[in-house]
């Protein structure tokens, strides 16, 4: 049974940076798909960062110029630079992954607060 585990959150004044990890285990089959999401009580869950195999990346505009995605695929192991925080980022942030044959994987989530 796949499972992700998100670690990194915590509360960080506004300016400041955090880096979020992601954890795949239980893994079978190749993963193809890993992503941040991000949501705050009452709305939708958004998405944040995207990262295919093979390096291509996707940002919310929100987010461009600030965060950095990256991956390791060898440890199926996903990462969310932040800097420059701002209070509006705060959220719990989910981690997503894809494998090969469409199915979707995510994880519990990690608060991460910024104080203005």
């Given at each position: 049974?796949?499972?992700?585990?998100?670690?990194?959150?915590?509360?960080?004044?506004?300016?400041?940076?955090?880096?979020?990890?992601?954890?795949?285990?239980?893994?079978?089959?190749?993963?193809?798909?890993?992503?941040?999401?991000?949501?705050?009580?009452?709305?939708?869950?958004?998405?944040?960062?995207?990262?295919?195999?093979?390096?291509?990346?996707?940002?919310?505009?929100?987010?461009?110029?600030?965060?950095?995605?990256?991956?390791?695929?060898?440890?199926?192991?996903?990462?969310?630079?932040?800097?420059?925080?701002?209070?509006?980022?705060?959220?719990?942030?989910?981690?997503?992954?894809?494998?090969?044959?469409?199915?979707d994987y995510w994880g519990k989530g990690t608060l991460v607060t910024?104080?203005?």
């Amino acid at each position: 049974q796949v499972q992700l585990v998100e670690s990194g959150g915590g509360l960080v004044q506004a300016g400041g940076s955090l880096r979020l990890s992601c954890v795949a285990s239980g893994t079978s089959v190749r993963i193809n798909v890993m992503g941040w999401y991000r949501q705050v009580p009452g709305k939708q869950r958004e998405s944040v960062a995207l990262i295919i195999r093979g390096g291509i990346t996707n940002y919310t505009e929100s987010v461009k110029g600030r965060f950095t995605i990256s991956s390791d695929n060898v440890k199926d192991t996903v990462y969310l630079q932040m800097n420059s925080l701002k209070p509006e980022d705060t959220a719990v942030y989910y981690c997503r992954m894809t494998d090969l044959y469409g199915l979707d994987y995510w994880g519990k989530g990690t608060l991460v607060t910024v104080s203005s």
